[in-house]
């Protein structure tokens, strides 16, 4: 009776790097998830789960690079797990890259009010009962988050256009469709448009009030992004302002 040939099985460092990529992205899974469902407090979702999820995308690609060695150094005809391996390698690195990109670059200050115009703030109008139970409030923190914006976003600054306030504020009003905010507000004789972006991952409603004033021969456009909730925001509201800014320019 002939004898069954046994096929090398896939080593088992291999199937732990696999299974704390599972594992890792559940749990990165789950702090958006449950962040939006409420199920998990916001410093629970944020400071627990993502840190954990990364923890163990970290465990992940260490392991499976170190599965994906043990293989390769077998036997041509026992490479079994060199995909498994290179895959679940691959995902803990994008695991950790997750929570990471809000702490890429140089440190964030922690605040959550962005503005081109520090002294003269635009002001929220329409949005605010939308904001009712935001623990942010629309109240500008002042030279204390102005000083500390300037330092962080010196880049930031009012928009000088060369055309009428009418046609800036056109002009204005379709850069905020371009950019998939929710419009909330467009105030032609005030010159003032409010909007709302929500966040990807975890779904954070930030409101965004643009401003627009006749300038020397043409018009000058503000911008504030201000968070409904959290200290700070990583950096958020200043990219989103240099976004629209762009959109703006173009």
């Known amino acids: 009776m002939a004898e069954t040939v046994r096929k090398p099985s896939v080593s088992w460092v291999v199937m732990l790097g696999a299974g704390l990529a599972v594992v890792s992205a559940l749990v990165l899974v789950a702090a958006p998830v449950g962040y939006r469902v409420g199920i998990l407090p916001l410093r629970t979702a944020l400071q627990t789960f993502l840190r954990w999820g990364a923890y163990g995308g970290i465990a992940a690609a260490v392991v499976s690079l170190a599965g994906l060695v043990v293989t390769l150094m077998r036997p041509r005809d026992a490479r079994r797990g060199i995909l498994v391996a290179a895959i679940s390698l691959l995902v803990g690195l994008a695991l950790v890259g997750i929570p990471g990109r809000f702490r890429l670059g140089p440190p964030k200050p922690p605040i959550h009010d962005i503005t081109t115009d520090t002294q003269e703030p635009p002001q929220y109008v329409t949005v605010l009962p939308l904001r009712v139970n935001a623990p942010n409030t629309t109240v500008y923190g002042g030279e204390k988050i102005a000083a500390q914006q300037r330092a962080a976003y010196p880049d930031l600054q009012p928009l000088m256009l060369n055309v009428a306030p009418r046609q800036a504020f056109d002009r204005a009003l379709e850069a905020v469709r371009e950019m998939g905010w929710e419009l909330v507000a467009a105030d032609a004789a005030a010159g003032r448009i409010e909007a709302t972006d929500t966040t990807f991952w975890f779904g954070f409603k930030d409101d965004v009030v ?15 992004s201000l968070s409904r909730v959290g200290g700070g925001d990583a950096g958020t509201n200043a990219k989103r302002i240099r976004a629209y800014l762009d959109a703006l320019r173009s």
Do not use: L, N, W
Not at 210 to 224: F, H, L
């Open 210 to 224: 643009i401003r627009v004033r006749p300038a020397d021969a043409g018009s000058r456009v503000d911008v504030r």
